[in-house]
């Protein structure tokens, strides 16, 4: 793994292919624990193209010196995506009404 949040990466390369490229990623949190989200593709050996956007969010765990995956989260689709953003949106706005 990696020793900084900055490092860590979901890509993955098999006989000098790059199957899982990313695209974009953001370190949402670090420290003791690290949350990143990816922005990524997937090559398909059936059309020899790369998929459409995909995200994951990964959490991370720092021991002995380095990150280690604990848990993911895969959005499936960009309609989920607007989904997920939607619900966050309407919460933060009822919190900040709250306040």
Do not use: H
Not at 44 to 54: G, Q, S
Not at 63 to 91: C, H, P
């Amino acid at each position: 793994m990696s020793a900084k949040a900055e490092d860590l990466t979901i890509e993955y390369e098999e006989d000098g292919l790059l199957l899982t490229k990313v695209i974009d990623k953001r370190v949402l949190s670090a420290g003791a624990w690290a949350t990143v989200i990816y922005r990524y593709q997937l090559w398909d050996k059936r059309t020899e193209a790369y998929t459409d956007d995909r995200y994951t969010i990964r959490r991370y765990r720092k021991m002995e010196g380095d990150y280690r995956q604990q848990s993911k989260f895969n959005i499936s689709s960009n309609r989920q995506a607007t989904k997920l953003v939607e619900v966050l949106t309407e919460w933060i706005g009822e919190c900040e009404e709250a306040e």
